[in-house]
C-alpha cells in the first residue's frame, strides 16, 4: 500500500518568516494529495489540495507544490503567524482508492 | 454548524466492555469514513461506505469492531470487548461522490479511553 514520510517532524519559525513542509509517498499511481492542519483536541481540517496534474497551487499564505518525478510535494506557508501553530499532515490517495494515507505530521511552532 | 459531528467527543470505559460511537456526515455527502488516531501518529484508515454499503474494511479492523450505515446518512462505530490498545481517537470523515478525487471533511473525532 501507500507509504507517506513527512520531514522534519518538529519545525519552528520565527513569526513572519515562512515554513516549508515535505512529504515523499511511495505509490506512483497516488494522484490526490491533501494538507490538513490539527490543532490540539480537534479533528483534521482540509487546508489545502493538490491533483497530479498540476505542480502547483496557492491560496493566499499557503502554497503546495508536487514533483511527481521525485514523488514528493511540500506545503509551503508564508508569513506566518502564532495561528498557524498546529499540527501538519500530509496525505496521499491512489487513483480508485477511498482510502487516504496520511504521513506521521509535523509539529509547526511560530515563535512570536 | 454543517460540518461532520461525532458524537460522543470523550468516552472512558473500563476494559471489556462495549462502546458505540456516532458520526453524522455533511448533509448530502454519499461517502462516509471511519479513521483511528494514536498519539504521535496520523490518521489511519478503518473502513468506507458508499451510501448504505460497506464497501472497503482495513485490516486493522479486527472481528470486535462492526461499523453500520444503516439509511446511508448516519453511521455507528462499535467496539465489542475494549481492549486498552483500542484507546485512540476515533475519526469520521465524509466527502461528495462527485468525482472519483474529491475531499474528504473531519469530524472533531471521539476520543476513547479504555482502562
Known amino acids: 500500500g501507500e507509504n507517506v514520510e513527512q520531514h522534519p517532524s518538529t519545525l519552528s519559525v520565527q513569526e513572519g518568516d515562512s515554513a516549508v513542509i515535505k512529504c515523499t509517498y511511495s505509490d506512483s499511481a497516488s494522484n490526490y494529495f491533501p494538507w490538513y492542519k490539527q490543532e490540539l483536541g480537534k479533528g483534521p481540517q482540509l487546508i489545502i489540495d493538490?491533483?497530479?496534474?498540476?505542480g502547483e497551487k496557492k491560496d493566499q499564505r499557503i502554497a503546495v507544490t508536487l514533483n511527481k518525478t521525485a514523488k514528493h510535494f511540500s506545503l509551503h506557508i508564508t508569513e506566518t503567524q502564532p495561528e498557524d501553530s498546529a499540527v501538519y499532515f500530509c496525505a496521499a490517495r491512489p487513483y480508485g482508492n477511498n482510502r487516504l494515507a496520511f504521513g506521521k505530521g509535523n509539529q509547526v511552532v511560530v515563535i512570536p | 454548524d454543517t460540518g461532520v459531528s461525532q458524537d460522543p467527543r470523550h468516552k472512558i470505559t473500563k476494559r471489556g466492555q462495549n462502546v458505540t460511537f456516532r458520526c453524522d456526515p455533511i448533509s448530502e455527502h454519499n461517502r462516509l469514513y471511519w479513521y483511528r488516531q494514536t498519539l504521535g501518529q496520523g490518521p489511519e484508515f478503518l473502513t468506507y461506505?458508499?451510501?448504505?454499503?460497506?464497501?472497503?474494511k482495513s485490516r486493522l479492523l479486527s472481528d470486535r469492531f462492526s461499523a453500520e450505515r444503516p439509511k446511508g446518512s448516519f453511521s455507528t462505530l462499535e467496539i465489542q470487548r475494549t481492549e486498552q490498545g483500542d484507546s485512540a481517537m476515533y475519526l469520521c470523515?465524509?466527502?461528495?461522490?462527485?468525482?472519483?478525487?474529491?475531499?474528504?471533511?473531519f469530524g472533531q473525532g471521539t476520543r476513547l479511553t479504555v482502562v
Open positions: 470523515a465524509s466527502s461528495p461522490d462527485t468525482t472519483s478525487n474529491t475531499e474528504a471533511f
Open positions: 461506505f458508499q451510501n448504505e454499503a460497506q464497501l472497503e
Open positions: 493538490i491533483r497530479s496534474n498540476v
